[in-house]
């Protein structure tokens, strides 16, 4: 195994230290009750291409493959929960990566937007805050042998693992 690997075989799942996941917001002071623009931005950091996940997987029920949630001044957390409902439809593996899966090339990056509520939780006190994210990969243990074969034949590998990131904001009154 480790002479393959010395000869550069094709990975399909590759770590997520491959590539930088960071999150923003506009201004770091919000008002208690406002909604809250978390801007994340995934970047191909490799010197490969790679895919990387957009926010939503393409399946039926679908999970987050980016998420973000409050921690507040005493460690205490406050993750927000989702509803939903689809209908599966057949879709090949390939398909749904299609829809699921962005090819960034080395230096690329993806952009998107998280909106943070802070009147869940009966409303968010002010206080300082910490806003935490994940950007969560694939799992080969999420795909089957056959899907793993098919998944071996698209152009690059998939980011594999979790990503953390987080900035700071303060609600006030």
């Known amino acids: 195994m480790l ?16 590539v930088s ?18 801007k994340y931005q995934i970047v191909n950091i490799s010197n490969a291409a790679l895919y990387v996940p957009r926010e939503w997987e393409a399946k039926c029920p679908s999970n987050f493959h980016v998420w973000a949630w ?7 957390h406050f993750v927000p929960g989702y509803a939903g409902s689809c209908s599966p439809s057949a879709q090949t593996l390939t398909a749904r990566m299609k829809k699921e899966a962005v090819l960034l ?48 034949k698209m152009t ?9 990131a987080s900035t700071h904001i303060t609600l006030q009154p």
């Open 3 to 18: 002479a393959a690997a010395a000869f550069g075989q094709k990975e399909t799942f590759v770590p997520p230290n491959d």
């Open 21 to 38: 996941f960071t999150v923003t917001t506009e201004r770091h002071t919000y008002t208690a009750g406002e909604q809250i623009y978390l």
């Open 70 to 76: 409050f921690e507040d001044s005493s460690g205490k």
């Open 105 to 152: 090339k080395p230096g690329q990056r993806l952009e998107g937007t998280v909106t943070m509520d802070t009147t869940l939780f009966g409303g968010l006190k002010p206080g300082a805050y910490r806003l935490e994210a994940s950007l969560d990969g694939w799992s080969d243990k999420d795909f089957s042998q056959e899907q793993q074969s098919e998944l071996e």
């Open 156 to 164: 690059a590998p998939f980011i594999r693992g979790e990503m953390p």
